[in-house]
């Protein structure tokens, strides 16, 4: 658990100082990178763009920039 909560806060810290809201990040989504064996940092850049870009729920690519 410790482990997990490490990595969340990397990402959150990531995102944040990208210029996003740590507030709107998926938990499962980083729950699932870091399943993958995924590095925080690429969580984060994933979290900014699903931030930046309004998704459609059965789209691949995003729509327009917020």
Same mark, same amino acid.
């Given at each position: 658990m410790k482990d997990h909560d490490k990595y969340f806060g990397d990402v959150c810290y990531d995102v944040w100082r990208?210029?996003?809201n740590p507030d709107r990040i998926n938990?499962?989504?980083i729950d699932a990178a870091e399943a993958d064996?995924? !590095?925080a940092e690429d969580a984060a850049r994933r979290e900014l763009r699903h931030q930046?870009?309004?998704w459609?729920?059965?789209d691949e690519e995003?729509? !327009?920039?917020?």
């Amino acid at each position: 658990m410790k482990d997990h909560d490490k990595y969340f806060g990397d990402v959150c810290y990531d995102v944040w100082r990208a210029g996003g809201n740590p507030d709107r990040i998926n938990p499962d989504r980083i729950d699932a990178a870091e399943a993958d064996g995924i !590095e925080a940092e690429d969580a984060a850049r994933r979290e900014l763009r699903h931030q930046r870009y309004r998704w459609q729920p059965n789209d691949e690519e995003p729509m !327009e920039p917020r």
